[in-house]
């Protein structure tokens, strides 16, 4: 059974970057296929990308072409590379498994000027 730990997050100006990581342990990523959430307070928690076990992604129409996510398999780590952030990407982000696993603490996003 996998465990996984997201880290990466901070505050980041309007058009800035960053990358989340999504560290596992007790099993491989390779093979597997990952997602990452989102959640604003108050709101429910929302689909940001996904990867499958192979090399095919999936977006959400407001991410698309700004995010991307994908795994490195020596690091045994799946990340999140978010550019040209805007204030509407703020949020707490958490990565899981696919079927989803138990959701971990997640990773504050924070974008503002």
Same mark, same amino acid.
């Given at each position: 059974? /996998?465990?996984? /730990?997201?880290?990466?997050?901070?505050? /980041?100006?309007?058009?800035?970057?960053?990358?989340?990581? #999504?560290?596992? $342990?007790?099993? $491989?990523?390779?093979? @597997?296929?990952?997602?990452?959430?989102?959640?604003?307070?108050?709101?429910?928690?929302?689909?940001?990308?996904?990867?499958?076990?192979?090399?095919?992604?999936?977006?959400?129409?407001?991410?698309?072409?700004? %995010?991307?996510? %994908?795994?490195?398999?020596? @690091?045994?780590?799946?990340?999140?590379?978010?550019?040209?952030?805007?204030?509407?990407?703020?949020? /707490?982000?958490? #990565?899981?498994?696919?079927?989803?696993?138990?959701?971990?603490?997640?990773?504050?996003?924070?974008? $503002? $000027?």
């Amino acid at each position: 059974q /996998v465990q996984l /730990v997201e880290s990466g997050g901070g505050l /980041v100006q309007p058009g800035g970057s960053l990358r989340l990581s #999504c560290a596992a $342990s007790g099993s $491989s990523v390779r093979g @597997k296929a990952f997602v990452w959430y989102r959640q604003i307070p108050g709101r429910e928690r929302e689909l940001v990308a996904s990867l499958t076990s192979g090399t095919d992604s999936y977006y959400r129409d407001s991410v698309e072409g700004r %995010f991307t996510i %994908f795994r490195d398999i020596a @690091k045994n780590t799946v990340y999140l590379q978010m550019n040209s952030l805007i204030p509407e990407d703020t949020a /707490v982000y958490y #990565c899981n498994i696919f079927p989803l696993g138990a959701w971990g603490q997640g990773t504050q996003v924070t974008v $503002s $000027s």
